[in-house]
């Protein structure tokens, strides 16, 4: 039942991870916990007073429960004063929406990930989980239609939730409806891997906003080249060449970037907490004193590339032997999506590969990896904190938010090796060392000349570094698309 007292939002949020999450205790009860990250930031900023609503999914047993004793919203008591609406979408739906396509198909295909050869095969079974996919986008649609009141603002967030800027927009015409992507997009004809009604909807999805928003302009123009490729869209381009709108039967979907910077002032408060000087402490140790360092930190994710990242420090201990017994590799991966069989794998194979290198090359008083598969958020600052050269890798990224916080955190300044497809090599690639993620042999070479930089010229990298990292934080992040989308 709808309580007569819920006031519809002049803005509202949708992701698919809310800011809340609850668990179960054994007496039935419910103990509720606050999430992090960009949009929580960006809610912050503009205050609880805004009237805002954010609607989100129900995770697990935990918020499903919580879920439907709420009713229509939480109880803000749990959400810092929020509006937060967490939808109950059946477990199997959620599952096959959720794990099938967003991050089986989806994901994959934006960090081109498949292996195609062997994969992927778009059977029966893809098409149930596409059905789920748009239920479970269906589902958020209503709760937003129903949310928002007249002429509101509507941000919705990522992959998870592609089509709903469409499904919105026939249900609620009067609103003003923007979509933020936070991975990669894939060039057309990786795109077109996906079947082809289906690489058509999920665009119209998209489409069905007045602003499709990225981390980088590279993103941006491949979203656009989509459109054009598969829709036949018309796309709007500036003066130098970047797609600024895309039209598409009558309607004008205006493109924006917004690079998420790291949020300096939280960090650098919170990595000179007690825990994070107890967790310094500990690795100095493992370590062992005089020893460089180089630091990644990571979930065990398949687009992270950590296998290779591994393979090209033990090719640095091999060419280099002069680093035996003075650098250390302090490598977290913590382990990530391991319901799914290929991740699970992943994080063994990087646990192999780690082991072998302290087998073939470590000596007793010497490890060269220090390998962490327990995430702990206070031992990753500490590593930031001790961090020589940062080491980031991926095959793909939309942004990476890794490779901004290292400099800003790190005591003496930081060397950053730097794949060139990490959407954050736009901002941060002329201070950085900037790598082929592939190329094992150069990303060594990479390694070996971050370790001889000067320090004096390590520390000026890393300030415009950190400069660059936080041009743009998460509340002022959120803030500019808000801003972006009352101004039409």
Known sequence: ?????????????????????????????????????????????????????????????????????????????????????????????????????????????????????????????????????????????????????????????DYHLTLVPGLLRERRPDLRIGHFSHTPWAPPDYYRMLPDDVAAQVLRGILGGDRAAFLTRRWADAFAACCADVLGAEVVRADDGTATAVRLDGRTTLLGVHGLGADAAFLRERAHRPDVEERMAALREQVGAGRRTIVRVDRTELSKNIVRGLHAFRRLLEDHPQWHERVVHIAFAYPSRQDLTVYRDYTAEVERVAGRINEDFGTPGWQPVALHVKDDFARSLAAYRMADVALVNPIRDGMNLVAKEVPVVSDDGCALVLSREAGAAAELGADAIVVNPYDVEATARALHEALLMDPGQRADRSKRLAAAATALPPARWFVEQLDALRAL
Request: charged share 20%.
């Open 1 to 157: 039942m709808v309580a007569e007292h819920v006031q519809n939002a002049p803005i509202v949020v949708a992701s698919n991870r809310g800011p809340v999450s609850y668990r179960v205790a054994e007496d039935g009860s419910l103990t509720s916990g606050r999430g992090g990250g960009g949009l929580v930031s960006g809610l912050s900023a503009i205050g609880t007073d805004s009237g805002a609503v954010w609607v989100c999914a129900a995770l697990g047993e935990g918020d499903r429960l919580a879920a439907r004793r709420a009713g229509r919203r939480l109880d803000p008591a749990d959400t810092g004063g929020y509006g937060v609406r967490m939808l109950d979408v059946p477990a199997e739906t959620f599952a096959a929406a959720y794990n099938g396509i967003a991050n089986s198909v989806l994901w994959f295909v934006h960090h081109l990930l498949y292996q195609t050869p062997l994969e992927p095969v778009f059977d029966a079974g893809f098409r149930e989980q596409w059905a789920a996919y748009e239920t479970y986008n269906a589902a958020f649609a209503d709760a937003l239609a129903e949310e928002a009141a007249e002429g509101a603002v509507v941000l919705v967030q």
